[in-house]
């Protein structure tokens, strides 16, 4: 169910019109006269802009029947939607506390569907697959498994997959350095395989001299590496050190 | 998430920041570290920030966001994340040193241009521990909006800011019936985080209104 919209409090300022990212919030206008918005349910992805953003707070939410409940990933407001805290782990977030990835391997973090573009899981699926075979060891501590849990225990059926469509869905993962080249010919494969975009991510230990150790072997493999990045501080305690 | 990482556009004066509390690692006094922190972001001067993905401070009054903030520390700590973004590298600077210097055991990861971060953690003997590198977006990129309008909905990376409320700003600014700041305080607004740089947004607005709309 998409969310509800009040046709007794809607004024009419089409706010919710503009501002939702799928242009899923049409109007229909009667004899000229412009109605109340309705929403339309295949293309909603429930990140709950139109609610936050009415003036009147005419719109509401009805919960999604499963599988649509993915789409509630779409909305960062909202904790542990598929039973997993927030949208993917801490990744280099907290690496300095966690010790996640340590020297020597690589973090992979796909964020499929953005920007701007969503995606479906079909496509989540397809990278995630790709990854696996590339040798990434998946983080279990992410949506991602909770798809494949459901494919294999029958509750996603396999057509499933491309009805649910969301606003995107982070993959994690992680290998040995030495693995990379692999990871990179995958993700080269399937970027031609998927009808949507996704932002690559590569984490990694920093060296005492400042140096990025997987920074050259991306460079060798021809790939343009973007001059910011999110660089954890080490200012978290304990400090994990290897 | 990865949703301060792939911003568009020119990366100077931009600095996303995050501080992330660790469950049953360093969340012992919670509500007083952040408390703290919050103390650093008032005297450095920054204007946008939030907590837990879910309220920035243009969507409550700052004694508002700072006790849900604080109930949230005492019920669900690893919630308790605070998000925001610093203007200029100097403003960044003085952030990470208060930081530093209060030793308060949280994880700080910063976004930005990587040469920019370096600078002042060598300024500041910090040595950094990780980085997650961009190397930008695959696929099907003739699906993206314009760059122009994905230099200012990247800000949001969870893709809340539609690329349609952006063109809808420009044409009323393109009106004169609002200005880049309310353009972009009322973009900034649909980033829960808070950490949409909203005086790089007012800036892109005002150009980007200057060009022929295509």
Not at chain 2, 190 to 214: H, I, Y
């Amino acid at each position: 169910m998409p969310p509800i919209v009040d046709t007794d409090k809607c004024v009419g300022c089409g706010l919710c019109f503009h501002a939702c990212p799928v242009s899923a919030i049409v109007f229909n206008s009667e004899k000229g006269v412009r109605s109340s918005p309705s929403v339309i349910s295949e293309l909603c992805i429930e990140c709950g802009v139109c609610i936050r953003i009415c003036p009147v707070k005419a719109i509401s939410r009805a919960e999604p029947q499963y599988p649509h409940t993915y789409r509630l990933l779409s909305d960062p407001a909202l904790p542990k939607v598929t039973g997993i805290p927030g949208r993917g782990t801490d990744e280099v977030k907290t690496n300095d506390v966690t010790g996640r990835y340590r020297r020597g391997e690589v973090g992979i973090v796909i964020d499929v569907g953005r920007p701007n573009v969503t995606t479906t899981l079909a496509d989540v699926l397809k990278i995630v697959k790709v990854l696996e075979s590339a040798g990434v060891e998946l983080e279990k501590e992410n949506p991602q498994s909770r798809v494949l849990e459901d494919l294999t225990l029958g509750r996603l059926s396999p057509q499933d997959l491309s009805k649910v469509r969301l606003m995107s869905m982070v993959i994690e993962g992680k290998t040995k350095i030495e693995n990379l080249p692999k990871v990179i010919e995958a993700l080269r494969n399937v970027e031609r395989e998927v009808d949507t975009v996704f932002c690559v991510g590569i984490i990694c230990r920093i060296s005492e001299d400042l140096s990025i150790p997987c920074y050259e072997a991306l460079k060798e493999l021809g790939v343009r590496v973007m001059p910011f990045a999110k660089v954890n501080l080490g200012l978290g305690r304990p400090l994990v050190m290897d | 998430m990865t949703h301060t990482l792939h911003r568009f556009g020119d990366r100077r004066n931009d600095f996303p920041w995050l501080i992330t509390p660790r469950e049953g690692v360093n969340t012992d006094n919670l509500p007083e570290k952040l408390d703290r922190v919050i103390q650093i972001i008032d005297r450095v001067g920054i204007r946008m920030w939030g907590f837990g993905a879910c309220k920035n401070i243009l969507m409550a009054s700052r004694e508002q966001l700072v006790k849900e903030l604080m109930e949230v520390a005492q019920k669900s700590p690893a919630r308790a994340r605070l998000r925001g973004v610093c203007t200029s590298k100097e403003q960044l600077k003085e952030f990470i040193r208060e930081l530093k210097e209060a030793n308060l055991g949280l994880s700080v990861t910063v976004s930005g241009l990587i040469e920019e971060i370096f600078d002042i953690c060598k300024e500041l003997g910090i040595k950094p521990h990780s980085i997650n590198l961009s190397l930008g977006v695959w696929g099907r990129r003739e699906l993206l909006p314009k760059e122009g309008i994905l230099e200012i909905t990247t800000m949001c990376g969870h893709g809340l800011v539609s690329p349609r409320l952006v063109e809808y700003v420009l044409n009323e600014i393109r009106h004169g019936r609002m200005t880049p700041k309310a353009g972009a305080t009322l973009l900034a607004r649909q980033c829960t985080c808070g950490v949409f740089n909203v005086e790089r947004a007012e800036k892109l607005l005002g150009k980007l209104s200057k060009e022929t709309k295509t």
